[in-house]
């Protein structure tokens, strides 16, 4: 994604408790995973406190994980228990941020679980007109690696990775 928008960045692999809450040393976190998870209360409050300080945290199923989906919607929500988490409509300028995306194509294995639609299917919490967190229900990572397995519940390499370059323009945007 460097390559595409032809931009420097860097990135750390580092656990939560890492991580400084300050958003200006962390602009974006993301979390990919294929399991369950929780979240402490001490983990939520450092989330929310950098949510609401101008940070944004991305959540990625991998391989389309339905018990890490359902895991990220569950910790989003007590996060914010006061924000409702909803998808974000194709229209949103998430998936116009640098380019156009309101239309995707996914894997054989996204439609092999059931899900039939070419619209972005990524759910967000919204504060004072920005997107804070999102997550994707279909894998967008393995796009970004352009690892081509069609059985993976996944967006197709190519617009993984549009959205991925979208996702960070619309978190450094903001």
Same mark, same amino acid.
């Given at each position: 994604m460097k390559g595409m928008m032809d931009v420097n960045y860097s990135m750390d692999i580092k656990s939560?408790?890492?991580? &400084?809450?300050?958003?200006?040393?962390?602009?974006?976190?993301?979390? !990919?995973g294929h399991y369950r998870f929780e979240?402490?209360? #001490?983990?939520?409050?450092?989330?929310?406190?950098?949510?609401? &300080?101008?940070?944004?945290?991305?959540?990625?199923?991998?391989?389309? !994980?339905?018990?890490?989906?359902?895991?990220?919607?569950? #910790?989003l929500k007590e996060i914010m228990?006061?924000?409702n988490l909803q998808r974000l409509s194709a229209d949103h300028p998430v998936f116009h941020s640098y380019y156009d995306v309101d239309r995707v194509r996914y894997r054989p294995g996204v439609y092999q679980a059931g899900y039939r639609g070419n619209e972005p299917w990524v759910d967000g919490l919204t504060v004072n007109c920005r997107v804070v967190a999102l997550v994707s229900r279909w894998c967008m990572a393995v796009g970004w690696e352009e690892n081509e397995d069609d059985s993976f519940q996944a967006y197709v390499s190519e617009d993984a990775q549009k959205l991925g370059v979208n996702l960070f323009a619309y978190a450094t945007a903001q």
């Open positions: 939560l408790a890492q991580i &400084d809450a300050d958003p200006e040393k962390n602009p974006v976190l993301f979390r !990919s979240y402490t209360s #001490e983990e939520r409050a450092k989330l929310r406190k950098y949510l609401l &300080d101008g940070g944004m945290l991305i959540l990625n199923t991998g391989l389309g !994980s339905k018990p890490f989906y359902d895991c990220a919607v569950k #910790e228990p006061e924000v």
